[in-house]
């Protein structure tokens, strides 16, 4: 089974730096995504980690360690369109190909 | 490319009664999936497909059906709505594991589903 446990509520300022973390348990592992959800819209891609380490893409980066089960999402120099919800994801291996197990969200409030 | 695509938008449906979610993408996709969204819950997987012709349930598949028989669309079946399945409904699409190194899934707009 799969077990992806991250905060519910988040919140932060303008301009700062907040990381969100996500630890899983899974019988299979096959990668972690990032996704962003903003209030009344789908979920849209920001990252994808498979191999343990860093990834950084603009002001995101996400950082995956396989051993610990534990992945974060980085998100530097916060803008008020930072304001969403935020879902990590665990990709399982074998037959159930390409399915993925969802987290609850982090909802994330910047404030000016 | 219109990505994926979802009908209806909103729908509001009578306890009983049965209706279908459209899902269709054109990005060539091999791997379509349901998931219904509740506050507090997350994305829960419904029901999957690999391919045309190839079905599995997920999390949650209990009074929805689907069916695969083109690359393309990915209906799903409400039964006999309960107020139980009052949620919103994402269809999404990703290439497989297997035949390409893109791993991200694409979500559509989803459908607001409410049952009285």
């Known amino acids: 089974g799969q077990n992806i446990d991250q905060p519910t509520e988040m919140t932060a300022t303008e301009g700062a730096i907040v990381q969100i973390n996500c630890t899983y348990q899974?019988?299979?592992?096959?990668?972690l995504f990032w996704y962003q959800q903003h209030a009344g819209e789908a979920p849209t891609f920001l990252s994808y980690?498979?191999?343990?380490g860093l990834e950084e893409k603009g002001r995101f980066s996400s950082f995956l360690s396989r051993s610990k089960g534990y992945s974060y999402l980085l998100l530097k120099e916060l803008q008020m369109k930072d304001s969403a919800s935020y879902l990590c994801a665990v990709r399982s291996r074998g037959s159930t190909l390409g399915r993925l197990y969802f987290g609850r969200g982090t909802q994330l409030t910047v404030w000016p | 490319n219109a990505g994926v695509t979802q009908t209806p938008k909103f729908q509001v449906l009578k306890t009983g009664q049965s209706m279908t979610l459209q899902c269709a993408q054109d990005m060539n996709h091999e791997y379509m999936s349901w998931y219904r969204q509740d506050p507090g819950m997350g994305l829960r997987l419904i029901h999957y497909s690999v391919g045309a012709g190839i079905t599995d349930q997920g999390e949650v598949p209990n009074g929805y059906n689907v069916s695969r028989s083109t690359t393309e669309d990915f209906p799903l079946r409400l039964l006999s709505a309960a107020p139980s399945q009052t949620s919103v409904y994402f269809c999404?699409?990703?290439?497989?594991?297997?035949?390409?190194?893109?791993?991200?899934?694409?979500f559509g707009p989803g459908t607001r589903l409410t049952v009285t």
């Open positions: 999404a699409s990703s290439y497989s594991f297997v035949s390409h190194s893109s791993y991200e899934q694409y």
């Open positions: 980690n498979v191999l343990d």
């Open positions: 899974t019988s299979g592992f096959n990668g």
